[in-house]
Antibody
Framework: EVQLLESGGGLVQPGGSLRLSCSAS????????MSWVRQAPGKGLEWVSA????????YYADSVKGRFTISRDNSKNTLFLQMNGLRAEDTAIYYC???????????????????WGQGTLVTFSS | EIVLTQSPGTLSLSPGERATLSCRAS???????LAWYQHKPGQTPRLLIY???SRATGIPERFTGSGSGTDFSLTISRLEPEDFAVYYC?????????FGGGTKVEIK
């Protein structure tokens, strides 16, 4: 059974930094691209970033480009999102998501998601 | 960026009724790379449909995806109590990946 467990969320001040982690199990981690998707309070889903199976290709939404960095450690089955220069509009639940098909069956960047973690909340203090 | 517009925003129906949800794209989606998700409060999103019409593993046959190009739809043939939720479409034919704003299916 696929399990994704996010951690690292919390209260942060504008301009601050956080590093989110997603621990994966139940599948061959390096065979799948991975992604972060967020949901602001009362809003819909917003794709944030994705990374290829071996971590060499990364993709970002314009809203986070230059501030967030996605990475992965395949030896530890863990996905990361380093978030710098945080803004109030980054307040959201951040979900880790696994791409549906393995790297050999997926064109780069063409990702939909079949497994999601429970999410970790990033909020701002005034 | 491909903008996805979902309609209606809210659908009020009774169990047993048919639900038809629409997702319209601002430009044609490559290879019909369009997915549908179900999202309930406090739960994780659940993949229902991918490449516009293929059901994901374990998804009941009452969920049907259709469409191509810029116009797509999700049909739930007979609503079960557990189907009341928010539904999102997502295109993955082009970066950046984008989601629609969602359709809430609520009990009438």
């Amino acid at each position: 059974e696929v399990q994704l467990l996010e951690s690292g969320g919390g209260l942060v001040q504008p301009g601050g930094s956080l590093r989110l982690s997603c621990s994966a199990s139940g599948f061959t981690f390096n065979n799948y691209a991975m992604s972060w998707v967020r949901q602001a309070p009362g809003k819909g889903l917003e794709w944030v970033s994705a990374v290829s199976g071996i971590g060499t290709a990364t993709y970002y939404a314009d809203s986070v480009k230059g501030r967030f960095t996605i990475s992965r450690d395949n030896s530890k089955n863990t996905l990361f999102l380093q978030m710098n220069g945080l803004r109030a509009e980054d307040t959201a639940i951040y979900y880790c998501a696994k791409v549906l098909t393995s790297v050999t069956r997926t064109q780069p960047g063409k990702y939909c998601f079949d497994s999601w973690g429970q999410g970790t909340l990033v909020t701002f203090s005034s | 960026e491909i903008v996805l517009t979902q309609s209606p925003g809210t659908l009020s129906l009774s169990p047993g009724e048919r639900a038809t949800l629409s997702c319209r794209a601002s430009q044609s989606i490559n290879s019909n790379n369009l997915a549908w998700y179900q999202h309930k409060p406090g739960q994780t999103p659940r993949l229902l449909i991918y490449v516009a019409s293929s059901r994901a593993t374990g998804i009941p046959e009452r969920f049907t995806g259709s469409g191509s190009g810029t116009d797509f739809s999700l049909t739930i043939s007979r609503l079960e109590p557990e189907d009341f939720a928010v539904y999102y479409c997502q295109q993955y034919g082009n970066l950046p990946l984008t989601f629609g704003g969602g359709t809430k299916v609520e009990i009438k």
